[in-house]
């Protein structure tokens, strides 16, 4: 966007009648108040009454006549030039063509029916009436002119077919702008219904106020609804950039960590969100009640603006923000452009129809940079959520392990024991006088000891068998009963078992086969398996007892 401005600020090599080039030629004027009783004819014969240095501005709101300097190379039987200005805030502009053989054309527009004349760009085009002798100066009055930033600004004279091309480019440059922010406007909402992320809503109005500043402030607008007034079109214009601006804080707000607006910077956001908001509707719904006043409250807001923004990305800064190098490229032309208006208002440099320009490419700049801030930070939270689950994963993985055996605790067991279908076959193991084992080696002996008949339990456990440690020194084995190990083979496992220092170390072993559909089916289970484990142990340990064979059922 930024480049196709620049070439169309570029001078063309075909040249004009009106002028060296296809931009034509800006003509200097001279400025008097109007008063009642002027007439164009006595204001043409007595030029020295304008003032050609005063700033326009310093004349406050009104009407007033606008002289320009004597035409030169409009030659009689040539095609006639137009005259292209900026629309600006007036209700009604009659241009007067003073002829060399004496005679007095007179075109002009009113604001409320201004679309015949109103060109892409916010121009007004006005085409010096054909006649017999050229043309030799111009004479416009302007009334109910706001004069914020002036009354008639660079009236150029520019050749048809120049003004035609140039109507052609700003046309290609607005619809590639306005693509652009519907096709990021349609993505981030497809985004924002996937992932529901703050930021995401803020960045879709910002673009919808975009796209209405750019129908507004380039005149588009008045091609689509003919009947609008051109200083309605003006007030929604200033009320969409102020949209545009405080949808981008707002944006911000959310974009960045939360750590970066903590404390005062969010407060001041918030305040400056709403200065924006409340003084550009009192703009657009007051003026021209003290046009000049909210005027100035208007350019105070955007200089808060500036403010707020230099204070988001130092604060970004000192709290190491991951977003901060894309947000401030993203903004580095804002922020630019929005100090050259601010600039503008103030007087310090002369208001132009390039801001306009340069604050639509601006903004569509910052759209699709922070597109790629947004495409940016969607990455890292997606990356962040599959470390967070990787994690989740982990956690819950070592919620469900002993930590001493690296088996299965009780309620992970539980959670994978309970619901399989078919008759269950459960393996209840406890360790024989495990007390005397311990006073014997100690307790970290004790633990190598739990981890060696853990290591036993696993290897001799069939395929799809769960292995757990129930608590203290017993320890549980599942499986299917058409598959199940026997017993036997369990203890056969165990006794062959290495133990640290060589001990003697024996298990016994209570057996229960049985449904296992819910809970009552475990308390069932278990309670049976652990009789048949009392019974080994009460025939004299380091065997294993089934409870079919002590006729206690499930």
Known sequence: MTVLLAMLAAPATAASAAGADSRGRVLSVCILPARPAMTAAALFARPSAFDCHIDQRVLGSGDFWLLSEKLAGIGAGLPMPVVRTPSLWRTHVTLHVLRADGTIDRTGYGSNAIAPYLRVGAVTELALPAGRSPPIRLLWHVRGAANIRGVLLEPRLIDHESAMRRDGTMRAIYA?????????????????????????PAYCLMLLCLIGYGLTSSGIIIEWVPAMDDIERLRWSGLLLGGSAASLLVFARFFFEPRVFDGSLKSANAVVVAALLSFTALFATAAPWHIRLLDALVTATYLLLVGIVVWVLVQAWRRRSNYLWVFAIAWGAPIAVGSTRVAAAMGLIVWGGWIEHSTIGAMALEALLSAIGIAYRIRTLSRERDVAR?????????AD?????????????????????????LSIADLDH???????????????????????L?????????????????????????????????????????MPFDIPVTTSIGTCTGPLLGEADWKALYRQADRALYAAKAAGRDRACDAASLGLAV
């Open 176 to 200: 590639a702008f306005f693509g652009m922010a519907v096709a990021l406007l349609v993505y981030n909402l497809a985004l924002w219904a996937a992932l529901r992320q703050a930021f995401q």
């Open 390 to 398: 990787e994690r989740e994963t982990v956690a819950r993985a070592l």
């Open 401 to 425: 392990i002993d930590g001493l055996t690296g088996l299965l605790n009780r309620r992970a067991f539980l959670t994978h024991a309970i619901g399989r279908s078919g008759p269950q076959t």
């Open 434 to 456: 495990f007390k005397t084992i311990n006073e014997a080696i100690g307790h970290d002996g004790g633990d190598e000891v739990l981890r060696a008949v853990a290591r036993a």
């Open 458 to 498: 696993t290897e001799a456990a069939p395929p799809g068998a769960l292995v757990a440690r129930l608590g203290g020194e017993e320890f549980a084995v599942l499986g299917d009963a058409a598959t199940s190990i026997a017993p036997a083979t369990l203890l056969t496992g165990l006794r062959r078992a290495r």
